[in-house]
Each structure stands twice: as structure tokens, then as C-alpha cells.
């Protein structure tokens, strides 16, 4: 017999796409927005119309908790590996499920009460949620409670985004200082365009060790809320391109990719 011929392992993934692991496939994901979508939305003076939050949703509980659910379980999604299923258990559960880990239940239920909590006190009580240097740490407490003994805290470390070797993250002893710039310079965002920058703002400061995503995207929902605006919904179907808009306005300073994501993206809430 004649010797086979090997096909190259490139060629296989592509015959094979099952064979891709998934963080290798979010990679070809990103490359692909960043080559092919982000030079396309990269567009100067575009302007979209404002997305009100609709009458009906904080009246209605059949369509309000669903909502929450998305919002929640979608701003984990884009992070970790959670199962949908577990996210639900854990929501539902009176007490840490059979099979479940800690870490997945804090993660599950502190997303999902943090966001319920925004919601109640902007919406059902009309207060305002004062975005301050103490909030933002408040923030992270609500949601890495149980999961990281820092909660609340700054990190007194040096912090990496993956594959994002050209942005250095603020230095740990001027964490404090940025924030408090932040919010002076961003806590009043009140249009789509303001909060989509103030979020690529806050992601390249990076003030905590774990958790600056839940903490970020929590801001751009207390903003809207604010704001009276539809909340963009983040999650597996569109985080490619999060990464990759994201990533253009922090390293190049140009957001309109982002602008238009954050736009589209509230139009999926609804």
C-alpha cells in the first residue's frame, strides 16, 4: 500500500468545525469582527435614536423577570463556561443545588439580585443610582461576595487582559485616583454613545482582580436606567464582537463600533 497522505490539522478543524475547542472558536470569532466588521462600523458621525425602556415592562412581571434573567445570566455568559441550566437552578434554589459548586451558585445568585436590586431602585422607587467611587466598590462587593476574599476592594496587583498585550491596566497604587476621574468624568452618561465610552473607560482601568466585566456592564445598566434607556444585552451571540469593539475604541481611541454594538444590542433586550 501506498503511504496515506496526513491532512493538515487547519484543514481537518475546518472539514470538522465540532473539533474546534470553544475558546479557540471565540478566537476566530474575535479575528474575524476585528478584520471584517469593525473597519466596516468604524464610521464618524453616526448617530442613532435613543431606545426608551418600553412602557409596559416594569408593569408587568411575566415579561420583567425574564428580562432580569437575560441580562443576568447573559453578563456571566460572556465570561465563564456557566451552563444556562445551572444558572437557572441556582436562581431558583433556596439552597446550594445537589452537583453545584459554591463559586457557580454565589456567581449565579449575586448577578442576579445585583441586577434586580438596579432595577427596583431606579425603576419601581425612582431613585437614582449615584455612581461614586463607593458604589462601584459596592458594586463588586455585591457581586464577588463569596467568591473572592477581596470583594469590594481594588487590586493591589498588576492586572492582564488576554490578548490584549498593547493596553497596560491602570498601576494598582493609582487605581483610586482614575476611578474618582471616571466618575467624574462619566458618571452622568446619559446617551448610548457616553455610556459605551465611559464602559471601554472603565474596563482599561481594570481596578479589581476578578470581576471588572460584571462591574462595568452593571454600570452601563444603572446608567440606562438612569437614563430612562433599554440596557444593551451582552451574551454568548454577541460577545465576539463586544471583544473586538471593545478592544478598538480602548487600544485606538475610536468607539463607534461600540456605539453602534451598544445600540443593537438594546434592541435584542426587547
Known sequence: MGSQIQMPQI????LRPESIRAEHQLNIDVLFCKHFIIPEWDTKGETFSP?????????????????LRRLSYGTIEIETGMAKEDFERAVDAKKLPKNMSTETFHEAVNTYLTHKWLWQKCIDRAERFVISEESVKGLH??????????????????RVMGGLDALHTTLPEDIPEEINRWVYKCSAAASIGEIAKAHAYFIA???????NGRVGRALILAQCLNAGLM???FDRENRAIYFAAMEHAMIHGRHAPLIRLFHESAERSW
Request: hydrophobic share 40%; glycine share 10%; proline share 12%.
Open 205 to 211: 482601568i481594570h481596578p479589581f482582580g476578578d470581576g
Open 11 to 14: 484543514q481537518k478543524n475546518v
Open 51 to 67: 431606545l426608551l425602556l418600553p412602557d409596559e415592562l416594569p408593569e408587568n412581571e411575566a415579561l420583567l423577570i425574564p428580562f
Open 231 to 233: 440596557p444593551p444585552l
Open 141 to 158: 462587593g455585591d457581586f464577588m461576595r463569596g467568591i473572592r476574599d477581596d470583594a469590594g476592594f481594588y487590586s493591589q496587583k498588576i
